[in-house]
């Protein structure tokens, strides 16, 4: 697993705003490369900013969003369409708006598609997608860039301290029953999935984030605070405004 970068802006407007030509710039990076590239989107206030001024940016052009797949980290178990979902979320901020191709986005299933209220089942679902999106015999692909947040507790994705869910070592995507924060129920990929990435991108922004970011570079047991365990094969890189980096400087 890659050490961490650590990446600091004035603000939490500059954060968003460099984030998105970092994000258009990589992934273009990555189709020239190899032909296609994977991103995964978070949700919350910040990740859904960087994509809206992705949007907004004419850097957003350095991607050929027909050969983008789009994953989520993480979902709400709401019914589709639903305000709370970070698709939906992300399709009003960047999505609806750029030429990506339907059959390259796979979002979560919601809790009134076929799973029904079942998270479990949709967990095992969105499972088998990304298997069957992943190279023989690889529970998950290993994704370009995955985007996270974090939470004033240390969560990230939908993977809460000492949960079940952060225990899990052998699935890609768990159901959580159990989040701190409403809506208790999501699904969310687990952490050995996450590990899969070639790069893990951490957004933060604000004081709130200040501890738990100091303890997961300080390398805090994932367990107690999910973070530290989000690592990319070849790149960890948090990109933080000034008060959530402020104690994580060498």
């Known amino acids: 697993m890659s050490g961490i970068e650590v990446v600091s802006y004035a603000d939490a407007e500059l954060l968003a705003k460099a984030g998105a030509a970092r994000l258009a710039i990589a992934l273009g990076d990555v189709q020239a490369a190899r032909g296609s590239a994977s991103v995964v989107l978070t949700g919350g206030g910040i990740g859904i900013d960087v994509l809206r001024k992705l949007r907004e940016s004419p850097v957003r052009d350095a991607i050929d969003f027909a050969r983008l797949d789009v994953y989520w980290g993480d979902e709400r178990f709401v019914p589709a369409g639903d305000s709370e979902r970070n698709d939906v979320q992300a399709r009003s901020a960047l999505l609806d708006h750029v030429p990506v191709d339907p059959a390259r986005v796979f979002p979560v299933p919601a809790s009134d598609g076929p799973c029904g209220g079942d998270a479990a089942e949709a967990a095992n679902t969105y499972a088998r997608t990304l298997a069957g999106c992943a190279t023989s015999g690889e529970f ?16 990230t994705a939908s993977l809460f301290p000492t949960t079940e869910a952060v225990h899990e070592r052998q699935r890609s995507v768990v159901p959580v029953r159990d989040s701190p924060k409403p809506p208790p ?22 004081v709130s984030k200040s501890d738990a970011l100091a303890l997961a570079f300080a390398g805090a047991d994932p367990v107690d605070l999910p973070i530290a365990g989000a690592r990319g094969v070849e790149r960890t890189r948090w990109l933080l405004d000034g008060e959530a980096a402020a104690r994580t400087r060498v």
């Open 140 to 155: 998950s692909p290993a994704f370009d860039i995955m985007l996270l947040g974090v939470g004033p507790e240390g969560h």
């Open 185 to 206: 129920t999501r699904v969310s990929l687990s952490l050995p999935a996450i590990r899969r990435s070639r790069e893990v991108w951490v957004l933060g922004a604000g």
